[in-house]
Each structure stands twice: as C-alpha cells, then as structure tokens.
C-alpha cells in the first residue's frame, strides 16, 4: 500500500476522495454550470479561453471540469488516490481523449513535484492547504506555481479562534471513530446546527427559506451538496485555519496584491483569496 493510501485509512487524515465519490452520484448539469458562474464571478472573467489553470487539490474535479468548460488548459493533482480518482471519471464524462487536460496523483508538500510543474496563468486551490498538515509551508510551495502577473485563487478555513479548536477536536474524533459510527456522528454534530436553524425558520414563518438553503445550495456553493459538504466539515483532517489579515500579509511579504476577498462573515466557512502575482520577479 503507498504511504498516502496508508496515511489516509489511519486516524490521522480525512478520505475526502470517498466523500467525493459519493459527490459523484448528485453531479448534475446544474452543478456543473453553478460551479463555471462561480469561477468567472471570483476571476472576474467571462471564459479562461487560452489560459492555463492549476487546480492543487482537486477534489471531485468540478473545478477542473469547471475551468476546462470554460477554455484552460487544465493541470489536476491531489494527494488522495479517490480524489484522482474522481477527477479522472469527470475527464472521462465529459472530455474524453482530451489532450488540456492532465490529471494526476500529488502533494501540495512535495517541493520536486511542484516545481516540476512549471507556471501558470492562474493557481486554484479552494479548501485544500489547510488539510495538508502544513499549511504555511503549502501556501509557500503553491506560490512559486504562478506566472509572473497570474493569478492565485485560494479559500482557507476562517480562523475563529476557540470555534476553530472546538472543531478540530469535532474532526480529531470523527477520525478516530470506526467508519460505521461516522456518519451517525456527523448528524448529531450537525443536527443541532440545522435544529436551530429550523426553528429560526419557523419562528420567523421563512420555513420556505430554510428548505431552500437545502434544494438551492449547489447554486450558491460552487455546485458542491449541503450534505457532502457537512460530511467535509466534520471529518475533514488535519485542520488548520487562518485570520484573512495573516494570509494577506503572507501574500504582500511575497509582492502578491490582493485583488478579490470573499469572507465567510466570520462563521465556520472559507475565506476566498484572489491575489495577483508581482509582474517581474
Ligand atoms: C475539501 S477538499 C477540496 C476539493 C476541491 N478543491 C474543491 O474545491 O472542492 C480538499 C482536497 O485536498 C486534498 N489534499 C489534502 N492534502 C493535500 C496535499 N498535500 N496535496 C494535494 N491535495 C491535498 C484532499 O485529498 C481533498 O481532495
């Protein structure tokens, strides 16, 4: 067994690339389109046509899928098995025999591999280098992947300060857990969440609203699902989080420009960066 698929069944990391999977069966056109709105709104473009777009850690593929919809030329890697995996039946799906775009298994860690990537025009990496166990380090490693004057697209979890401990012990014992007790456990911890929220709905009679915040959640969160995403939020491990002034000043020591800031309005969510690359470095 290879030391990520090893490292992946132990407690010590989440499977995301099972999680995805399952994604797979609730991927639908709709998702698909919602995933390529949300990419052109926060790269402010209207197609990605001739440009060549690296997607670090990339999950289901949609975002891959996403930006080869939309004209890059796509380079995919994650270090989860599954997750390539995923992203190989997506190119499968939808662009067969397709020469732009590249899938294959990686680490956002491994320093010879990424520099043996080369540049890009722009660098995506959406919720993916606070999970590697060393996010400092991996928002280092990511940065060298962009081209003079590109683009870097990041989203790291929202420092919360003790929320954020609260949930890193949530996710250590999700881990922990054999695999049968993981999903009940994932409803107990977000059942109360959805709970209050119910009743928040009821009391103000917007019980509409609440349904909606299930049925139309691919629309508003890139084409992902409420409740594969809950299944991330819980169990997804290692964990580390970052107030968005400590990741701009990360990027500015660099020469990088802020261009685009998405908060999670100070909840438990990502926070979305698009920083632009010094021109002549
Ligand atoms: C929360 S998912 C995000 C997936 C995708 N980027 C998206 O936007 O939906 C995190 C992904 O990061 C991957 N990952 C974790 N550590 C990594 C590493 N060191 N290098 C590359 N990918 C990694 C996981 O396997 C998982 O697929």
Known sequence: MEANTREIASDRRFGFGKNWTRFLSVLNEERIAAAEDSLKKILEAVDLEGMSFLDIGSGSG????????????????DYDPKSVSCAIELKKRFFPDDGDWTIEEGSALDEDYMKSLGVFDIVCSWGVLHHTGAMWQALENVSSLVSDGGKLFIAIYNDQGGWSLRWRKIKKIYNSLPSFLRMPYTAIVMGSREIKFISIALFKRQT?????????????????????????????????VAKPEDIFDFYRKRGFILERLKTSGGGIGCNEYVFRAPRNR
């Open 62 to 77: 949609l975002f891959s899928l996403a930006a080869r919809r939309l004209g890059a030329r796509v380079h995919s890697f």
């Open 208 to 240: 509409g609203d609440y349904i909606r915040s299930w049925t139309g959640y691919g629309g508003s969160s890139r084409g992902m699902s409420r409740w594969y995403d809950m299944i991330d939020w819980v169990g997804g491990y290692p964990f580390e």
